[in-house]
């Protein structure tokens, strides 16, 4: 029985990818800042465990609970909708340390078990914003483009040690609380009202092609369980076409 370890697990994508698992007969590990055992149905399968991935003290007790592990799954992370004009140093921050060092910090975490085991999976969840330019998100793109990137290098330095890393990216989604958990600064500006309209419109448009948890939690067991899988995945039908677009505009 092969064991996943999940950051982000009290709703949206992480919550999903959890519950895909455990279907599978994997072993799941779901962390959470605040675990709260009534998300998931209880199984002999499955732990809670508190993960806050801004805090190094969390993360090393989150390791050493966990014990070994096959697959990581960074998926915690937060959202910000903002005109960049009006974006404090304090939203900035909290975006980076939780989107992009979280993430680092919790990678490095395991890195070791990892190599000395001589397998492994990392799969870091981050948004297909990276693949086309979107007004209103700037900040939470560059915190998502760098863990791409940050990913991309992770992936050439570790693959001689028997381990793979992964970058699931979805697309817009309606089903999860993300969007209502997001950090909305500035938005009754007068100076962008016009942009602001427009974008919301764009984003909560159903008619258009989008994101289902399910298709997130479906790309995360493609980058854990099938090695010749793209470095890349995108999540999502309207994520697919905008990998289609960024590589075509390459």
Not at 166 to 194: C, M, W
């Amino acid at each position: 029985m092969k064991t996943v370890l999940i950051t982000g697990c009290s709703s949206g994508f992480g919550l999903e990818i959890a519950r895909y698992f455990l279907e599978r007969d994997w072993s799941v590990i779901a962390t959470m800042r605040k675990p709260d055992a009534s998300v998931l149905a209880p199984s002999d399968r499955l732990r809670i465990l508190a993960l806050d991935v801004t805090d190094a003290s969390s993360i090393a007790a989150a390791v050493d609970a966990a014990g070994p592990v096959d697959v990581l799954v960074n998926n915690a992370g937060v959202g910000a909708a903002a005109p960049f004009e009006l974006t404090g140093v304090e939203l900035a921050r909290q975006l980076l340390e939780t989107n992009t060092l979280g993430t680092m910090a919790v990678t490095q975490a395991f890195v070791a078990q990892f190599r000395a085991r001589g397998t492994g999976t990392i799969v870091n969840v981050t948004s297909s914003v990276t693949l086309k330019a979107l007004p209103l998100v700037s900040m939470y793109t560059a915190s998502k483009a760098a863990v791409n990137a940050f990913s991309a290098s992770l992936a050439v330095e570790l693959a001689p040690f028997g381990i793979g890393v992964k970058i699931v990216l979805p697309g817009r989604s309606l089903e999860t609380q993300f969007g209502s958990n997001a950090y909305r600064h500035g938005l009754e500006s007068a100076d962008y009202a016009d942009l602001i309209q427009k974008t919301v419109e764009q984003m909560t448009d159903e008619s258009g092609p989008m994101t289902h948890a399910s298709d997130v939690a479906e790309a995360v067991w493609l980058a854990a369980t099938d090695p010749t899988a793209p470095m890349r995945i995108p999540a999502g039908e309207d994520a697919c076409e905008w990998m289609r677009e960024a590589s075509t505009n390459r």
